[in-house]
């Protein structure tokens, strides 16, 4: 089955710089690719995803790179602040699959 | 939006009692999973369901079984709770079909204390 690994398991960055997380998966046939937040106290949430058919998403301060010949993928968030400070979890998955394969997560501390 | 809720945020057992959890979709997704949440572990799957009364193992279904007698509901059942079993549980639902991608849709989590 599908191993996703997640890298740093923590990470503190200043205020208004950029943080990077990532991810690496074993199954090649894996080509969907989410991102999900968890604030304290609540559930993840998607905040990005990418398919396998792309290189690189972005979406405003957050953007979402895959590297489909290493089998890796990375989020960037730029120009940090301090409502980013969460967890965050990669996912793999074969599309139609259903079933995701999470990451460690990783927890970002935006220092104010 | 979607919304996916759970019975309780919190949760305090003994060991031996029988525990249920509940988790309850409102937006007609055909797939609903249970996981457990743990540090450094991140999200394991217990149970899943693709269907009303279908269920399938995931990763770490020992000491679990789950139930789903209505599309929106799914149940995890502790039939006798053990210390071990202490952690973060979450349900998430997602859809099957055109249009639909694998993207789960969270509940806010029941933090359940085995002692």
């Known amino acids: 089955g599908e191993n996703v690994e997640q890298h740093p398991s923590t990470l503190s960055v200043q205020e208004g710089d950029s943080a990077v997380i990532k991810c690496t998966y074993s199954?090649?046939?894996?080509?969907?690719f989410p991102w999900y937040k968890q604030e304290l106290g609540k559930g993840p949430q998607l905040i990005i995803d990418?398919?396998?058919?792309?290189g690189e998403k972005k979406d405003q301060r957050i953007a979402v790179t895959l590297n489909k010949t290493a089998k890796h993928f990375s989020l960037h968030i730029t120009e940090t602040q301090p409502e980013d400070s969460a967890v965050y979890f990669c996912?793999?998955?074969?599309?139609?699959?259903?079933?995701?394969?999470f990451g460690t997560g990783t927890r970002l501390t935006i220092i104010p | 939006d979607v919304k996916v809720t759970q019975s309780s945020r919190y949760l305090v057992k003994r060991t031996g009692e029988k525990v249920f959890l509940e988790c309850v979709q409102d937006?007609?997704?055909?797939?609903m999973f249970w996981y457990r949440q743990d540090p450094g572990l991140g999200l394991r799957l217990i149970y899943f369901?693709?269907?009303?009364?279908?269920?399938e193992k995931g990763d770490i279904p020992e000491g679990y079984s789950v139930s789903r007698e209505k599309k929106e509901r799914f149940s995890l059942i502790l039939e006798s709770a053990s210390t071990n079993q202490t952690s973060m549980y979450l349900c998430?639902?997602?859809?099957?079909?055109?249009?639909?991608?694998?993207?789960?849709?969270f509940g806010p989590g029941t933090r359940l204390t085995v002692l």
């Open positions: 369901s693709y269907d009303v009364k279908m269920k």
């Open positions: 990418i398919r396998s058919n792309v």
């Open positions: 937006m007609d997704h055909e797939n």
């Open positions: 996912a793999a998955v074969y599309f139609g699959n259903e079933k995701l394969t």
């Open positions: 199954d090649s046939a894996s080509n969907y």
């Open positions: 998430a639902s997602s859809c099957q079909g055109a249009g639909c991608t694998d993207t789960q849709y």
